[in-house]
């Protein structure tokens, strides 16, 4: 609550809103308790006196009456009509979008099929022809208002339920025996809520602009009761004469209508929890850069991470996500990498491309190197270039990387297509061709399928292809087999295998799995709280890991055939990168630390390719 408060009042024009609105509420509710005259005492001896004239600080209108008491009494009015016209069509409006949207089926289509035939009204019009069939009054001004904005909320909330209604989680209550209406209260509602709040926060403004035309009309409040709108109606005509008449109501519903929305846009924005760690603002196309130190010079390799540090700038704390990291690979290699969840794996991958959200990430040091030339801070033209073109992607899962609307012929073609100018024909073909590199079965009639009617080995095959539709020189592999089972796991392996060895293709294949890395990968980086532990040839690590915590890892892979072994896991956690500790971030959880372990940082020690952060490894290297 206090986090939602804060952000919204970041928001200035929300502030002010808020300010605005409170004031004029403040106002109304001590209306009673105000030493005002009657707001219907006719005085004709003082009609039209300007405002400020002695007793009467707005002045009087053509009958006399004291403008500043009716105008409060009007707000009063006013307001109250309005948002108890919003809450009768929220709650009205939510019970059938929800009703709707949740049954679905013909349930659904002969609801809303009523609800476009309300819709298919000019809503003042509408509002217009109930009044006119009820008669004229406060009452039957509200009861329209209420009921032309009911369509506004059923539709919008039936969308919501709709894309909710399927979801896994109302098919488990459903499984544990909920009845529908339970569903309905405990499962939907509190996730639709913040919708009809954000509706509601946006269109009571209108609702009482709504109220107020009516009024003005004289269709609502009748003679002499005040309210906004039939103050300006009886003022019409003096509107040249004596326009502070007109002007005084007139300014009451431009500040009420304004603050309202500054208002609601302000929760709207607020209440949108992708909004707030980002503070409101669009990710930018590329990664922020703020380097300080030296750039390090280019090397020989393919692709070189060198030194990388990448943080996350949330208010005023600091994530070191990845707190100097260096890897390189040659054409043709497989460089693993591996450590818990957490470790800066995800992060450290991303920021090759320049693909870490910012806000709230940062790159603040070090370089990525494609063939020699520093990618960290190059221009954006020149990163999306090599983008898919020289360095691809493969993430973990597919389904959420393919458009679910688009054939995967098409999406695969489009890949191309966004680098290489290519025609239909030419496309298909070689999408196609791509399927069958990957070795999809029936590749000619899998083209046309949607990536639901997929398994997810499947999927992940297409995900493969689509990296390689550009033929890139580098493939970034972000855990592409861990939502797989094993045998799919191992056939994808050893595709990835059969096309680093034909192609000349550079893998940088991560993983939290032992066994993966011991398949594929020439060499291994081990990844512990942001930086490398240890690093050398795969055999050689896994013989004799050096450090302790590679050795732990080592440790929990179960082994087939490997007799009976306790399964030993490492105790703790890993620390949380926005306060990591002094010396090894290891330590805490190690049974050999000691007290030099605390002391300060611990180089990366070593001759190159073998090399451990440790002070006391368990191999010397
Ligand atoms: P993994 O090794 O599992 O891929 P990641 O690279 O995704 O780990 O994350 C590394 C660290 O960065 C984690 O500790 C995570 O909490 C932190 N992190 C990732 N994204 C953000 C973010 N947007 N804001 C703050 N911290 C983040
Ligand atoms: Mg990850």
Known sequence: MTAFLKLLFRNRLAAMGAVVLTAILILVLITPLLPLQNPDATATADRFKRPFTEGYLLGTDHLGRDLASRLLHGTRLSLAVGVVAALIAATIGSAIGIVAGYFGGRTDNIIMRGVDMLMAFPYILLALAIVAALGPGLMNALIAVAAVNVPFFARNIRGITV????????????????????????????????????????????????????????????????????????????????????????????????????????????????????????????????????????????????????????????YRAVGGVSLAVKPGECLGVIGESGSGKSVTALSVMGLVASPPGVITGGAVRFQGEDLIGAPYESLRRKRGDRVAYIFQDPLSTLHPLYRVGEQLAEAIRSHHKLGKAEGRARAVQLLKDVRIPNAESRIDDYPHEMSGGMRQRVGIAMALANEPDVIIADEPTTALDVTVQAQILSLLDDLRRERGLAIIFITHDFGVVAQLCDRVAVMYAGRIVEEGPTRAVLDAPAHPYTRRLIACVPELGGGRRALAAIPGLPPAVDDLPSGCAFAPRCDKARESCRAGDIPLAGTHPRAVRCLYPEEAV
């Open 163 to 318: 894309g909710l209604a399927g979801r896994e989680f109302i098919d488990a209550a459903r499984l544990a025996g909920m009845g529908h209406t339970r569903i309905i209260l405990t499962e939907l509602l509190p996730n639709v809520l913040p919708v009809i709040i954000i509706a509601m926060s946006t269109t009571v403004g209108w609702m009482i602009l709504e109220t107020a035309g009516l009024s003005f009309l004289g269709l609502g409040s009748q003679p002499p009761q005040a309210d906004l709108g039939s103050m300006l109606g009886e003022a019409r005509s003096a509107l040249i004469s004596h326009p502070h008449t007109s002007i005084v109501p007139g300014i009451m519903i431009f500040l009420i209508v304004m603050s309202i929305n500054l208002l609601g846009d302000g929760v709207r924005d607020a209440l949108d929890p992708r909004l707030r760690s980002g503070a409101l603002s669009r990710p930018r196309a590329t990664t922020l850069v703020e380097r300080a130190g030296d750039i390090p010079a280019a090397t020989d390799d393919l692709l070189a991470i060198q030194n990388l540090e990448t943080q996350f700038h949330v208010g005023k704390r600091i």
